[in-house]
């Protein structure tokens, strides 16, 4: 199969947007009152990053200029000089998006943690709490796998229901590494 064709390819994983299991407008004012500083957490594959960037045009709404910022495992710390640039750049109404706040050490997030506060907000994620508050945590089921299966495959997914709870299992909750083994799956099914 072509990777284009590959039902599960990048494209239409990412297209897949976070389910709140509440109500935007309330995890919003939840926000307010942690001061706009705070923290989703929860383990890996699990909505972190989907929930933070579904958040920014909310933020944008409500009249704040969100400024995202990313660290990861292949990415673990910023170039030199880069955060002096970004934080003289921050305006009143910036709001900073930190994906993978935990890639800082102590210290340097200390450093980081006292020059954000220049900023309107910031609002990061983190495998852990205690960074700042948390706001939300982020989890999975196997039924919320399933779910995200039927939205990319449509009247196609049943066939694949009886595998989810293994898939599920195998990835440990991480649904990002779930569907990556469906991609691989499609990927080998007519090679």
Known sequence: MRARDNPFRSERVLSLRYRLGGNWDALMARF???GRRAAIVGPHGSGKTTLLEDLAPRFREAGFT???LRLDTETPCFETGFLDRFFASLGPRD?????????????AWRRFERRARAAAGLLVTTHRPGRLPTLIETSTTPELLETLVAQILGDAAPELRPIMPALFERHGGNLREALRELYDRYAGADA
Do not use: C
């Open 32 to 34: 307010g009152r942690l």
């Open 95 to 107: 709001l900073l998006l930190f994906d993978g706040a935990e890639q800082l050490g102590a210290l």
């Open 66 to 68: 969100p400024r995202p």
